[in-house]
């Protein structure tokens, strides 16, 4: 069993946080109920234990409160913001309403570095969200640090190990953050730093093995990287148990559902059905131009061929999914972010309760570079793991109002040749989305000596961390003109070629 934090969580917004910072440090954590029996961390292997933050006010009738066991252990104890407040409440302090509440920046004044701040800067900008601060120190506590709102913002019982800080190291706006917490876990608890991505897998599959038994599970493969990384982690674990399903909407790119095909079933050797559906969607999306109507004709089209395919692979019992821990807060979060909207499209909404399914979800607690970095580490090739965004509506949302096949096919034809200039000039990688969209206008062009009259398209390139804002990439013009003119050479039907210049605010990433 490798050594374990004990995260214990008393309802923070940042507990998932604070796990994927344990990682960071390559020390296994687990996320543990507020009211986890002591003896439960001691057979666990608890080195250290980590009180989460949390929404309550120690003075709440309804506040969460720990076992006091879990302070009789011997093993140190560090408390963040609700838990530097549980030590003032718990230990024989006194902790109080504050009359400032602190939320967003504020500085914190190291008094003494010792263990948890060894090595840092006398001052570190952080980042608080709190309401209750620790007025009395409780016994055998002494401050360590201090804000312009509280002498006890930074508490240590050195005999003890008792660490208490009011502000959220794991949130990427406390300088230094991750420095105090790795002295927790290495200074304090001595916990070695060996935790890999090999031993995610190890573990995850053993977890795997473990919930699943003998039954089936399966998995809709979008080929993306969240999906695609679930069903390799899930075949090492359990092989063919496990079943993944492709659904070709008629909506994908040039050379996607054969890619799909040669990595999975050649190279994999999962079993793999492909859904050949591609002429049921169009039929589905006649004359249908509005965008919203369009997305939601794909979405239920898509539940209704992954549900038939589904019927005719047997009884299974486990529906597995990709999804990452943004996409559970996401999905709660930021309601009408059409990203946020990308699981409940894939992950077949009402599909699990209906055919009477349980949900298998390895990746449920990484970040998506974590996810990376698992699908690496699994074999996965680049194109793979490091595959841009793209839609669940595919070129549906790319070819603007009513589709035909005719424009799907030049779309893809264009795009096609985008992306090849793009992995060969290396810009793929450095983009967050580089893709083509079709413009049903007609232009006038020359071809020998004739006028003709064809179709625009549309490059757009962007840059973002996250997709909610982005700006368009400034690609060498060398590059621009070549993609251009292969396109207009290479594309029968398109005459032109415009660049999309626009940032998102206020426009958008795809067109519709
Ligand atoms: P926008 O266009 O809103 O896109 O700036 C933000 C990100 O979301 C993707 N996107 C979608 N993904 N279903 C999806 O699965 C959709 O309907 C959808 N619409 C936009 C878009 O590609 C970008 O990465």
């Known amino acids: 069993m490798p050594q374990t934090i004990a995260v214990l969580d008393f309802g923070s917004q940042y507990t998932q946080v604070i796990a994927r910072r344990i990682r960071e440090c390559q020390v296994y954590s687990k996320i543990y109920h507020y009211t986890t029996k002591p003896e439960q961390l ?19 009738k309804k506040a969460p409160i720990p076992d006091r066991g879990i302070f009789e252990l011997g093993v140190p104890v560090l408390g963040i913001c609700y838990g530097i407040q549980l030590f003032g409440h718990l230990l024989g302090g006194k902790a109080a309403k504050s009359d400032h509440r602190e939320y967003g920046h504020g500085t914190l004044t190291i008094k003494k570095p010792g263990r948890l701040f060894a090595g840092l800067p006398k001052k570190l900008r952080v980042w608080n969200s709190h309401g209750d601060k620790v007025i009395e120190l409780p016994p055998g506590f002494k401050a360590i640090g201090t804000t312009e709102n509280s002498p006890f913002a930074a508490i240590e019982d050195i005999k003890r190990n008792f660490y ?14 991750v420095d105090v917490i790795r002295n927790f876990l290495v200074g304090v608890c001595g916990a ?5 991505t090999k031993d995610f897998i190890a573990h995850a599959v053993k977890e795997i093995r473990a919930k699943v038994g003998k039954s ?51 190279h994999f050797h999962i079993d793999l059905r492909v ?11 006649k004359g249908v131009s509005d965008p919203e109507q369009k997305r939601k004709i794909i979405g239920r089209t898509f539940v209704e061929v992954f549900e038939k395919s589904l019927k005719s692979i047997g009884k299974a019992e486990f529906l597995a999914q990709g999804t990452l821990y943004p996409d559970v807060i996401e999905s709660v979060a930021i309601g009408n972010n059409p990203a946020a909207l990308i699981k409940s499209h894939h992950n077949v909404g009402g599909l699990p309760e209906r055919m009477k399914l349980k949900l298998l979800e390895p990746l449920r607690e990484l970040f998506k570079d974590e996810v990376r970095q698992v699908g690496s580490a699994l074999g996965l090739p680049r194109e793979v793991v490091w595959r841009q965004p793209f839609p669940g509506p595919g070129l549906g949302v790319r070819v603007l109002g009513a589709i035909s096949a005719d424009q799907l096919e030049i779309l893809r034809n264009a795009d096609a040749i985008l992306q090849e200039e793009m992995m060969e000039s290396g810009w ?7 893709f083509c969209v079709f413009l049903p206008v007609k232009s006038v062009g020359v071809v020998g000596d004739e006028r003709n009259y064809s179709y625009v398209i549309a490059v757009r390139v962007v840059e973002s961390i996250d997709a909610m804002t982005a700006d368009w990439t400034r690609l060498p013009y060398d590059l621009l003109q070549k993609i251009s003119s292969r396109i207009t050479n290479e594309v029968r039907g398109v005459s032109r070629v415009v660049l999309d210049i626009s940032s998102k605010p206020p426009a958008t990433i795809e067109w519709e």
């Open 275 to 285: 859904a050949d559906s591609g002429k049921l969607f169009l039929k589905k999306l």
């Open 192 to 196: 070695k730093q060996e935790w890999t």
């Open 164 to 177: 208490g800080i009011q502000f959220h190291p794991e949130v990427f706006h406390s300088e230094h953050g």
């Open 428 to 434: 793929y990688w450095k983009v967050w989305q580089s």
């Open 42 to 60: 001691q057979a666990d292997g608890v080195v250290g234990i980590i009180l989460s933050g949390g929404p309550s006010s120690v003075f709440s």
């Open 216 to 266: 089936r599970v399966i998995l809709g493969l979008s080929g993306g990287v969240d999906s695609s990384v679930a069903a390799a982690l899930i075949h090492k674990a359990i092989g063919k148990q496990l079943t993944c399903v492709f659904v070709d909407n008629g909506l994908l790119r040039k050379g996607e559902r054969e890619a799909v095909i040669d990595l999975y079933q050649k």
